[in-house]
């Protein structure tokens, strides 16, 4: 059985920072990438980060980059994800997620085939 398990959202002032982790189980983890997906207020899950599984390619959203780090221990089958300078339009859910691609790191919920629950971001001003 699979499980992704996000942890360390909390609620923090702007320009706070926090760290995500996604730990993962049942899953030959160093075969997927990894993903964050994030749904703030009236929005679907879009895109944060992702990195392959060998961490040798990241990408970002835009309103992630400069900002937030996305990372992975292979050893600890656990991605991180580095939240930095947050901002209250930051405020979301913030989901982990894998997809078994190699290269090529897919902003579409769709070719993600494990998802974790959760761990709630707010920021306040």
């Known amino acids: 059985q699979v499980q992704l398990v996000e942890s360390g959202g909390g609620s923090v002032q702007a320009g706070d920072s926090l760290r995500l982790s996604c730990v993962t189980s049942?899953?030959?983890?160093?075969?997927?990438?990894m993903s964050w997906f994030r749904q703030t207020s009236g929005k679907g899950k879009e895109f944060v980060a992702g990195i392959t599984w060998s961490g040798a390619k990241i990408d970002y959203a835009d309103s992630a980059k400069g900002r937030f780090t996305v990372s992975r221990d292979n050893n600890e089958n656990t991605a991180y994800l580095q939240l930095s300078g947050l901002k209250p339009e930051d405020t979301g859910i913030y989901y982990c997620?894998?997809?078994?691609?190699?290269?090529?790191?897919?902003?579409?919920?769709?070719?993600?085939?494990?998802w974790g629950q959760g761990t709630q971001v707010t920021v306040a001003t």
């Open positions: 997620a894998a997809a078994a691609y190699t290269y090529v790191i897919p902003k579409s919920r769709s070719e993600y085939v494990y």
């Open positions: 049942g899953l030959i983890f160093d075969k997927f990438l």
